[in-house]
């Protein structure tokens, strides 16, 4: 459709259907106010009444995917790794809306000992307040160990919400608006016997339903809803159905309990009041709406006895993910079953499709497809995952958790935690990922590729739509950290060693102090079996949250791995989706017309703010993301789309039929935007200016190079009276004008070869020159202290060598920053998240620590490891470093590798024009270190 001003006709009917029928147009009784779903591919419907943020709800979303749409760490990026301490283990991090200043609360209730509930700042991952009930209250409740409460909630009104044991509790902050105040028990509603099968049952899951109610399940499948609202959360309103053990099973006590179908999992929800429950034999499908509640479906899939005490209990291990966002996908409910060996199941979640054929003679057709998982092994009769799913698009992802072998005590909640914590041994960790796809062309599942050397052992993994990449805390040779995996190849990309190598002194004194103390103590101790256990993730989520940063829940405590860059998601791809979206949202409301008049509302509603995103995205759009003239078109296009909305919400009620043309207008309106969604043509350095950048790249190294070696003769001559002067004066008289001579061979580059100037990936050679002087003097002084004099003996070995190494160690970052930087200007090749060929200075921080051949690894972490180790003598280390001042080697390791790296990224700050945080990125932490 040829680019076209919006109609004015189409204008003129936004005010006169709103004056006429705003009365009538009342928002419908599920609608909560306006939330935005994030523009990327395959996201489900915002929820309204969830916080807006990253990851608000167990299993990120209430479709329980476990998939985000921010962007995480990607390879070749410097990445912070920090640990925090806490008196329990988060198996969810809830992450709140923001504050004033932009800043948000992490929530999440502790399984432990002591049943606490935390919040931890997000700026700068401490804990805030810890609320313990023992220590709170007169009469606490008794919460014992196990899964109830694993599954919390932030809502959009920053309440953290909980249901476990018999009860329903909400929390908040006690000075409303201020995450830095203490937490509140704001109501405890204990549940009456309706919403339980026996009085041994006890809540499990729960998930918040669109319209700002609470649906919960018991452990003995019993389905509630409630509302959400503080006010009336009241055991009047309680909706409660029978257990799918039937009220005949439930008082009969001769039944063991555990006989009773049973539920070990949460829930997961759509945006029209569906809700999916999974216990040891079925799937069940659930419907609230708004004031009653219908059970619609049970499907039953294939289960034998449970084959690891990992299990919490027989059948499937998995809280059902959901399969398909837009009304015109293929829908499903994905569980992972309970067979020995393991199979993902798909079924279909709302009609079973005209003439489908069940997958064999006598199954439920509702079972679209069943794949068996064998994590790569051909031969293998067993397999586990006690994961969620990961979903995304039609593609999902298990990860492997059977042990090689398992201990038994005879306890079964001191198996699983043992079973837990040994996935921290290589020789017993289990590998293997794997991802399967549906294919809506053959409508039928297929193995798409297999990991078999990943091992999370009992994580919960997580992907980001931004960036392509799976995440998923796991264990190499022992060693916990991130694990990072190209979602549409299954190859592994990077791992990030977590943060602590072993538990802190406070997380040991507490265990110890514990009643599993006797039994842990030996475990987590320096030098006990698995002393990294506090990185372990034991069955914690893995999740994407802010600023790219991946957190998880860990034992006794919580981990974050920060990058020094975020990737950042185009204009160009960010209207592509908004249309999309708008698409949908019209589909959905010509499909709901004209008996369901409240979702035609809300979709109406959708539209408008989904529309809304989609033009703050295209008009923010500049080169390289979006011809921003061309963009113009799809601006007005989309401006026309909103309307159409508005005027479809006001025509709903009294006019179904002119909303339903409303509805297919918008749709119009938005396929004809795509044609402005034009991609800037690049404006890459050209040849001449690469030949400038690549000229004054080497003059850089080059400079370095000569200043560092007059500093390192200085040092070598000082201590034996070789010096007109002192070392100090030596660093900077370039007494063979070694150094002036270099600095006018960098003039003269510039002038030769820098004839077409680069608009970007270097600066003039006065900058470069200052840059690679100062940042090598900065680097000894760094090491050996403010005063070279003082600091430098005759003939030590171990200063020597350490600061040639530690030279070579900076070589080899400018050299692998230097080659990624050639590469990305050609278009050749560069790390994820970066464009090519590199149009800006933002392509350029990506290759900072990028080293895909591990040279920067060898050179700055094995090799100055390896120096020290051999040159310096025990105990003397601090005297002969004394800017590091530690006499161990691994800690002198880690200062000279910082200093190194420090000052190779303030140069290249300088001399490229780029703003990487050097002190987040020197020693993985925040702390003044590097300036």
Same mark, same amino acid.
């Given at each position: 459709?040829?680019?076209?001003?919006?109609?004015?006709?189409?204008?003129?009917?936004?005010?006169?259907?709103?004056?006429?029928?705003?009365?009538?147009?009342?928002?419908?009784?599920?609608?909560?106010?306006?939330?935005?779903?994030?523009?990327?591919?395959?996201?489900?419907?915002?929820?309204?009444?969830?916080?807006?943020?990253?990851?608000?709800?167990?299993?990120?979303?209430?479709?329980?995917?476990?998939?985000?749409?921010?962007?995480?760490?990607?390879?070749?990026?410097?990445?912070?790794?920090?640990?925090?301490?806490?008196?329990?283990?988060?198996?969810?991090?809830?992450?709140?809306?923001?504050?004033?200043?932009?800043?948000?609360?992490?929530?999440?209730?502790?399984?432990?000992?002591?049943?606490?509930?935390?919040?931890?700042?997000?700026?700068?991952?401490?804990?805030?307040?810890?609320?313990?009930?023992?220590?709170?209250?007169?009469?606490?409740?008794?919460?014992?160990?196990?899964?109830?409460?694993?599954?919390?909630?932030?809502?959009?009104?920053?309440?953290?919400?909980?249901?476990?044991?018999?009860?329903?509790?909400?929390?908040?902050?006690?000075?409303?608006?201020?995450?830095?105040?203490?937490?509140?028990?704001?109501?405890?509603?204990?549940?009456?016997?309706?919403?339980?099968?026996?009085?041994?049952?006890?809540?499990?899951?729960?998930?918040?339903?669109?319209?700002?109610?609470?649906?919960?399940?018991?452990?003995?499948?019993?389905?509630?809803?409630?509302?959400?609202?503080?006010?009336?959360?009241?055991?009047?309103?309680?909706?409660?159905?029978?257990?799918?053990?039937?009220?005949?099973?439930?008082?009969?006590?001769?039944?063991?309990?555990?006989?009773?179908?049973?539920?070990?999992?949460?829930?997961?929800?759509?945006?029209?009041?569906?809700?999916?429950?999974?216990?040891?034999?079925?799937?069940?499908?659930?419907?609230?709406?708004g004031t009653s509640l219908t059970k619609i479906w049970r499907t039953e899939y294939l289960s034998d006895p449970p084959i690891s005490v990992l299990r919490l209990g027989p059948g499937s291990g998995s809280t059902p993910s959901l399969m398909g966002t837009?009304?015109?996908?293929?829908?499903?409910?994905?569980?992972?079953?309970?067979?020995?060996?393991?199979?993902?199941?798909?079924?279909?979640?709302?009609?079973?499709?005209?003439?489908?054929?069940?997958?064999?003679?006598g199954r439920d057709p509702r079972i679209a497809c069943e794949v068996a998982v064998t994590f790569g092994d051909g031969l293998a009769t067993q397999s586990l995952s006690e994961q969620s799913v990961l979903v995304r698009g039609y593609a999902a992802v298990?990860?492997?958790?059977?042990?090689?072998?398992?201990?038994?005590?005879?306890?079964?909640?001191?198996?699983?935690?043992?079973?837990?914590?040994?996935?921290?041994?290589?020789?017993?960790?289990?590998?293997?990922?794997?991802?399967?796809?549906?294919?809506?062309?053959?409508?039928?599942?297929?193995?798409?590729?297999?990991?078999?050397?990943?091992?999370?052992?009992?994580?919960?993994?997580?992907?980001?739509?931004?960036?392509?990449?799976?995440?998923?805390?796991?264990?190499?040779?022992?060693?916990?950290?991130?694990?990072?995996?190209?979602?549409?190849?299954?190859?592994?990309?990077?791992?990030?060693?977590?943060?602590?190598?072993?538990?802190?002194?406070?997380?040991?004194?507490?265990?110890?102090?514990?009643?599993?103390?006797?039994?842990?103590?030996?475990?987590?101790?320096?030098?006990?079996?698995?002393?990294?256990?506090?990185?372990?993730?034991?069955?914690?989520?893995?999740?994407?949250?802010?600023?790219?940063?991946?957190?998880?829940?860990?034992?006794?405590?919580?981990?974050?791995?920060?990058?020094?860059?975020?990737?950042?998601?185009?204009?160009?791809?960010?209207?592509? &989706? =908004?249309?999309?979206? $708008?698409? +949908? *949202?019209?589909?959905?409301?010509? /499909? %709901?017309?004209? #008996?369901?008049?409240? !979702? @035609?509302?809300?979709?109406?509603?959708?539209?408008?703010?989904?529309?809304?995103?989609?033009?703050?995205? &295209? =008009?923010?759009?500049? $080169?390289? +993301? *979006?011809?921003?003239?061309?963009? /113009? %078109?799809?601006? #007005?296009?989309?401006? !026309? @789309?909103?309307?159409?909305?508005?005027?479809?919400?006001?025509?709903?009620?009294?006019?179904?039929?002119?909303?339903?043309?409303?509805?297919?207008?918008?749709?119009?309106?938005?396929?004809? /935007?795509?044609?402005?969604?034009?991609?800037?043509?690049?404006?890459?350095?050209?040849?001449?200016?690469?030949?400038?950048?690549?000229?004054?790249?080497?003059?850089?190294?080059?400079?370095?190079?000569?200043?560092?070696?007059?500093?390192e003769k200085c040092m070598k001559d000082g201590p034996k009276g070789k010096l007109p002067g002192t070392i100090e004066e030596c660093t900077t008289a370039d007494a063979k004008l070694k150094v002036s001579k270099t600095k006018q061979k960098t003039i003269?580059?510039?002038?030769?070869?820098?004839?077409?100037?680069?608009?970007?990936?270097?600066?003039?050679?006065?900058?470069?020159?200052?840059?690679?002087?100062?940042?090598?003097?900065?680097?000894?002084?760094?090491?050996?202290?403010?005063?070279?004099?003082?600091?430098?003996?005759?003939?030590?070995?171990?200063?020597?060598?350490?600061?040639?190494?530690?030279?070579?160690?900076?070589?080899?970052?400018?050299?692998?920053?230097?080659?990624?930087?050639?590469?990305?200007?050609?278009?050749?090749?560069?790390?994820?998240?970066?464009?090519?060929?590199?149009?800006?200075?933002?392509?350029?921080?990506?290759?900072?620590?990028?080293?895909?051949?591990?040279?920067?690894?060898?050179?700055?972490?094995?090799?100055?490891?390896?120096?020290?180790?051999?040159?310096?003598?025990?105990?003397?280390?601090?005297?002969?470093?004394?800017?590091?001042?530690?006499?161990?080697?691994?800690?002198?390791?880690?200062?000279?590798?910082?200093?190194?790296?420090?000052?190779?990224?303030?140069?290249?700050?300088?001399?490229?024009?780029?703003?990487?945080?050097?002190?987040?990125?020197?020693?993985?932490?925040?702390?003044?270190?590097?300036?």
């Amino acid at each position: 459709m040829p680019a076209t001003s919006p109609s004015r006709t189409t204008v003129l009917l936004v005010p006169v259907i709103a004056i006429c029928f705003a009365i009538v147009a009342a928002p419908p009784a599920h609608s909560m106010g306006p939330c935005v779903t994030p523009l990327i591919e395959d996201e489900p419907l915002c929820n309204p009444a969830l916080a807006a943020s990253d990851w608000p709800i167990s299993h990120r979303g209430a479709y329980a995917q476990g998939s985000a749409s921010s962007p995480g760490v990607a390879p070749g990026q410097a990445v912070v790794a920090e640990h925090t301490d806490l008196t329990g283990t988060p198996i969810t991090l809830a992450v709140g809306p923001a504050y004033g200043d932009g800043h948000r609360a992490i929530w999440g209730s502790l399984l432990g000992l002591n049943g606490a509930v935390m919040k931890i700042d997000s700026e700068t991952f401490e804990a805030i307040d810890t609320y313990i009930p023992a220590d709170e209250e007169v009469m606490p409740p008794i919460i014992p160990l196990g899964i109830s409460g694993a599954y919390g909630l932030v809502d959009r009104d920053f309440d953290f919400l909980l249901g476990r044991v018999d009860f329903v509790e909400i929390f908040g902050d006690s000075t409303p608006g201020d995450r830095s105040s203490e937490i509140e028990l704001k109501k405890r509603l204990f549940l009456p016997a309706s919403a339980f099968c026996r009085t041994t049952d006890i809540l499990v899951g729960g998930v918040m339903l669109p319209d700002r109610h609470l649906a919960l399940v018991s452990e003995q499948a019993v389905v509630s809803v409630i509302p959400a609202e503080e006010a009336d959360m009241t055991v009047a309103n309680l909706v409660s159905l029978n257990s799918e053990n039937g009220p005949v099973d439930c008082a009969n006590l001769a039944i063991p309990d555990e006989d009773l179908e049973t539920v070990s999992n949460s829930i997961a929800a759509d945006e029209d009041g569906g809700f999916y429950v999974v216990t040891d034999k079925a799937v069940v499908k659930y419907n609230w709406d708004g004031t009653s509640l219908t059970k619609i479906w049970r499907t039953e899939y294939l289960s034998d006895p449970p084959i690891s005490v990992l299990r919490l209990g027989p059948g499937s291990g998995s809280t059902p993910s959901l399969m398909g966002t837009a009304l015109d996908d293929d829908r499903f409910v994905v569980i992972t079953d309970g067979q020995e060996l393991m199979h993902l199941v798909l079924m279909w979640r709302d009609d079973i499709p005209a003439g489908w054929t069940p997958i064999a003679p006598g199954r439920d057709p509702r079972i679209a497809c069943e794949v068996a998982v064998t994590f790569g092994d051909g031969l293998a009769t067993q397999s586990l995952s006690e994961q969620s799913v990961l979903v995304r698009g039609y593609a999902a992802v298990t990860v492997n958790n059977l042990l090689a072998s398992e201990p038994s005590t005879g306890v079964p909640l001191l198996d699983t935690l043992l079973a837990s914590l040994s996935g921290s041994d290589p020789l017993l960790a289990p590998v293997g990922v794997e991802r399967i796809d549906w294919d809506p062309i053959l409508q039928t599942c297929s193995t798409v590729w297999t990991n078999t050397e990943v091992s999370s052992p009992n994580g919960i993994p997580t992907m980001s739509a931004a960036t392509g990449l799976m995440h998923a805390i796991g264990q190499r040779d022992g060693v916990w950290g991130l694990e990072t995996i190209d979602f549409e190849t299954g190859d592994s990309v990077s791992f990030v060693p977590s943060a602590q190598t072993v538990c802190s002194q406070d997380v040991r004194d507490a265990v110890s102090a514990s009643t599993l103390g006797p039994l842990l103590d030996p475990i987590i101790d320096p030098n006990g079996v698995y002393p990294q256990t506090c990185e372990n993730s034991v069955f914690a989520a893995t999740e994407v949250g802010l600023d790219g940063a991946i957190y998880t829940g860990t034992f006794q405590g919580a981990s974050r791995f920060t990058p020094n860059v975020v990737a950042v998601v185009s204009a160009r791809r960010r209207g592509t &989706v =908004g249309i999309a979206q $708008c698409e +949908d *949202l019209a589909t959905r409301g010509i /499909a %709901a017309l004209p #008996g369901d008049t409240d !979702t @035609a509302t809300e979709m109406a509603r959708r539209g408008q703010t989904q529309l809304d995103a989609a033009l703050a995205a &295209v =008009g923010a759009g500049t $080169c390289p +993301d *979006l011809d921003a003239s061309a963009a /113009a %078109a799809s601006l #007005g296009f989309l401006t !026309t @789309a909103r309307d159409h909305f508005m005027n479809a919400e006001a025509a709903v009620d009294l006019f179904p039929v002119l909303a339903a043309g409303e509805f297919s207008l918008a749709m119009s309106d938005c396929t004809a /935007a795509l044609t402005g969604l034009v991609a800037c043509a690049p404006t890459p350095a050209s040849k001449d200016q690469q030949k400038c950048v690549n000229a004054m790249n080497k003059a850089y190294t080059k400079l370095a190079k000569t200043q560092g070696k007059e500093i390192e003769k200085c040092m070598k001559d000082g201590p034996k009276g070789k010096l007109p002067g002192t070392i100090e004066e030596c660093t900077t008289a370039d007494a063979k004008l070694k150094v002036s001579k270099t600095k006018q061979k960098t003039i003269d580059t510039e002038t030769k070869k820098c004839t077409e100037a680069p608009t970007f990936a270097t600066s003039d050679a006065a900058t470069i020159n200052q840059a690679a002087v100062d940042r090598e003097l900065e680097l000894a002084h760094q090491i050996f202290g403010a005063d070279l004099d003082a600091a430098i003996t005759s003939e030590s070995k171990c200063q020597q060598k350490t600061y040639k190494q530690a030279r070579k160690c900076v070589d080899t970052q400018l050299k692998e920053f230097i080659k990624c930087k050639k590469s990305g200007l050609k278009g050749k090749e560069a790390p994820v998240g970066a464009d090519l060929p590199f149009d800006d200075t933002s392509d350029l921080e990506f290759c900072f620590g990028s080293d895909p051949k591990g040279k920067i690894l060898k050179a700055c972490d094995t090799k100055v490891a390896d120096t020290i180790v051999k040159s310096c003598f025990a105990g003397t280390i601090a005297g002969a470093l004394p800017g590091c001042d530690t006499n161990d080697a691994v800690e002198a390791k880690d200062c000279v590798q910082a200093a190194a790296t420090c000052r190779v990224c303030l140069g290249l700050n300088a001399a490229d024009g780029m703003a990487i945080n050097c002190d987040a990125i020197d020693d993985g932490t925040v702390n003044g270190s590097c300036f």
